[in-house]
């Protein structure tokens, strides 16, 4: 069945640059070469289909002339139908490097081909592995011309079984529906689009097309009338509105019609785009023009009106589609359109390619400059949306790629993602530099711990080898239960260049960190154990000394201890467990009753420091095992030779010295300076847990100089990504304690501020 299309014509004015389709007056110089030597080299030669390597050329020849391709890509097209019988070596030696470029390009995708075919041939109809192979197609093509190259070699392959009347395998029909029609709707080739989609659908589902295009035919001759009819009234309008247009029937293409009826679920006659004309007006302003023009004289269909014009679709078409009543209540559809506009519909980015050919020998070089400008503008776009494709598909963002830079050429741009195969050809997409290592976690998290070798390309490569594009990938990994199993250490080395995704570097992280876990768990299980052998506490739980620590679990309590964050005195005095309730006989709590007694009733001295109950002049020490602040309550200590050393009631080592000689208990209370300048400091130990980065330290100075603290001791360590941070802070009292443990809390990290106390 033939495509309808009916033209009246209001002839704008004339524009030699904008005439499309227009072909060059002689061939170019290396395609007489480029034919000459295939048809010595492959003269009796076949593709898979069948089809000639000679007739397979000269197709795609004439398919890369309709969209106005450049002299290297149509001489490539030529060198690709060879195949193998043309080596890389005679290319590189007969032809420029920008062929050999194109010609090695679409024999790495024909090979994608080859390894992405599921298991009978067939491609798996998966819509997630569809994605991913035009994504890898995309990538694997360094040059956009490639792909150009592989839609117009499939469009031949299909025309050719339309005109032999052999049916293509299963594969073919559903790699082209699935992959390449929509890669060539993505770079805006629709003229390749659609005749890519209504072939595959002919032969993917022959009842199907036959019966579509049966009910399309029967009321062909009524249609026809009514779209002559429609475009004589539109010319007339428009004349009489003073624009110049160009008014035409628009084609139809079966597989859009049967995919919009299959999705909104219509009739064939409830399709509104069945019968439609497109209008071509000289700019933007007579699309407005002319769209007011034909909405006054018909009924418009608001609901399917899109103004593509304001808001171009991602591929870059640009156009106003409208649907009106006719007279008769019938609907018809409308496209208005400039001619750019028109000729980025037809041809997409190879619209692009006239610019360079046609500005030359015309003597403008305002004009060449310009169009050399907008081809570059517009491969700069498309570059971007190529390295950003990934990422608008819902992959992860690139990491550590380099910046895409001014393309040099026609369409070259850096890659930042890779595409490599599974021996299964499952596609996987990694980050550009990826290695063997950063595949295998991908993959699994556990592959990676167990990887110890690999194979690229069935040879054994490093683990640090750098992937390319279109690589298939096997892991070797270690035997289950062989001792050998878990990432190295090295994986870690950035020098080394093992790693190169985030994800691997997590991954590895996590099993080293999950590794520390457990060490730190047997060494403190092996401490608490060992000091309750000592105190002949064996039968003491594990649960309950957890608890009179402040410890959720055992697990917990075995690592504080392991880090040293429960020091050994504190533990032993846990293990020993709480002092019993002194009885009323018991000399050091009468002492400290007495002491406690006496400093109620005598009033506060005035002074600095530490007022012992009772004793004048007498030296006093704040304690290093407790610290205490005021106004922490506090009791006294005799020293021998060093004073009376001041406890925060409630510590351990106090109340084990005051069992042991409570004759030497002192009641003491803090003292209040004379003046406010004469406040003295006291140092407390501070404990801040925080994710470890770059400028953490820092950040936890500031707080302690902005709240003018002077720190007089500084130990930090780091494992498994978490800083463990310990200071000794002279504060004048507890209100300035709390004041800086807020605003630890709040710096950006830190999990844990909290005075320790032992």
């Known amino acids: 069945m033939g495509k309808e299309s009916i033209r009246t014509v209001n002839p704008p004015a004339s524009d030699p640059a904008s005439a499309a389709g227009t072909l060059p007056a002689s061939e170019p110089p290396g395609l007489d070469e480029a034919m000459a030597l295939l048809r010595g080299l492959c003269a009796a030669q076949r593709n898979r289909s069948g089809e000639p390597a000679i007739d397979h050329a000269q197709g795609m020849v004439a398919i890369l002339r309709e969209l106005q391709a450049d002299e290297p890509t149509v001489v490539a097209a030529v060198l690709a139908a060879g195949g193998a019988a043309i080596s890389a070596e005679r290319v590189k030696a007969r032809f420029e490097a920008d062929v050999a470029t194109l010609v090695e390009g679409m024999r790495q995708v024909l090979r994608l081909r080859e390894i992405t075919r599921g298991p009978q041939g067939a491609s798996q109809a998966d819509p997630e592995r569809a994605e991913s192979l035009r994504r890898m197609l995309l990538a694997m093509a360094v040059d956009i011309r490639v792909v150009i190259l592989r839609l117009a070699s499939r469009l031949q392959t299909l025309r050719w079984h339309a005109a032999s ?6 594969a073919v029909c559903a790699e082209t529906l699935e992959v390449l029609a929509p ?18 659908f002919r032969f993917q589902s022959p009842d199907i097309y036959r019966d579509l295009a049966r009910q399309l035919e029967a009321k062909r001759h009524e249609r026809e009338a009514f779209v002559a009819d429609a475009i004589g009234l539109l010319r007339e309008l428009l004349a009489a509105g003073g624009l110049a247009a160009e008014v035409s ?17 219509l009739a064939l006659e409830q399709v509104h785009d069945l019968r439609g004309v497109r209008v071509i007006v000289a700019d933007v302003r007579d699309c407005y023009a002319a769209l007011a023009l034909i909405h006054a004289r018909f009924t418009p269909v608001h609901s399917e009106f899109d103004d593509y014009i ?6 870059g078409y640009q156009s106003l589609h409208t649907v009106v009543l006719a007279d008769d209540g019938r609907s018809l559809e409308v496209q208005i359109r400039t001619r750019e506009m028109h000729r980025f519909a037809e041809y997409g980015v190879a619209s692009h390619w006239r610019y360079k050919e046609r500005a030359a020998g015309q003597g403008g070089a305002a004009r060449a400059g310009s169009a050399q400008d907008e081809r570059i503008a517009w491969m700069r776009q498309l570059l971007a949306w190529q390295r950003e494709l990934g990422e608008r598909l819902g ?16 369409a070259r741009a850096a890659p930042e993602r890779i595409y490599v195969l599974t021996p299964q050809a499952r596609v996987i997409e990694l980050p550009a530099g990826s290695t063997p290592v950063d595949f295998a976690y991908q993959l699994h998290s556990t592959l990676g711990h167990r990887c110890r070798g690999a194979r690229v390309d069935g040879q054994l490569v490093p683990l640090n080898t750098v992937l390319a594009n279109g690589q298939t990938v096997e892991i070797l990994t270690a035997r289950p239960g062989a001792g050998s199993e878990g990432p190295s250490r090295d994986w870690l080395n950035p020098q080394l260049g093992y790693v190169r995704s985030s994800r691997a570097r997590h991954k590895v992280r996590q099993w080293f960190h999950a590794l520390d876990l457990e060490r730190d768990v047997a060494n403190g299980r092996e401490k608490v154990e060992r000091v309750l052998a000592r105190e002949g506490r064996t039968a003491l739980s594990f649960d309950e000394l957890a608890a009179r620590l402040g410890q959720s679990d055992p697990q917990t309590l075995f690592v504080a201890v392991a880090r040293e964050e429960i020091g050994p005195r504190l533990l032993e005095e846990a293990v020993r467990g709480p002092a019993s309730p002194p009885l009323e006989t018991d000399p050091a709590a009468a002492a400290l009753a007495a002491a406690a007694q006496r400093a109620r009733s005598r009033p506060r001295a005035g002074g600095d420091g530490v007022l012992v109950m009772g004793v004048d002049l007498l030296l ?28 925060r009631a409630g510590c351990a080592s106090f109340a084990q010295m005051a069992r042991r000689a409570p004759e030497r208990v002192l009641a003491v209370d803090w003292g209040e300076p004379a003046r406010a300048d004469e406040r003295r400091g006291y140092e407390v130990d501070l404990r801040v847990v925080a994710a470890d980065r770059q400028g953490l330290l820092r950040d936890v100075s500031e707080v302690f100089a902005r709240d003018r603290l002077n720190v007089t001791a500084v130990r930090t360590r780091s494992r498994a990504d978490t800083a463990h941070m310990e200071f000794t802070v002279e504060v004048p009292d507890a209100a300035a304690l709390n004041r800086a443990l807020a605003s630890l809390r709040a710096v950006a990290g830190v999990s844990e501020a909290s005075r320790r106390l032992s």
């Open 165 to 170: 009347r052999q049916p293509p395998t299963e």
């Open 183 to 200: 890669l060539a709707n993505r770079l805006g080739l629709w003229q390749l689009k659609w005749e890519l989609e209504d072939l595959a």
């Open 249 to 265: 029937g628009r084609p139809k293409h079966l597989h859009s019609i049967w995919t919009k009826m299959r999705g909104k679920r």
């Open 310 to 315: 304001a808001r171009p679709k991602p591929n």
């Open 395 to 410: 992959a992860p963002p690139a990491e550590g790629a380099p910046p895409l830079a001014g393309p040099p050429g026609p």
């Open 620 to 647: 006093t020490q704040v304690a290093r095992c407790c610290r205490p602040v005021p106004p922490d309550p506090i009791c006294g200590f005799v020293t021998r030779g060093r004073g009376v050393s001041v406890h």
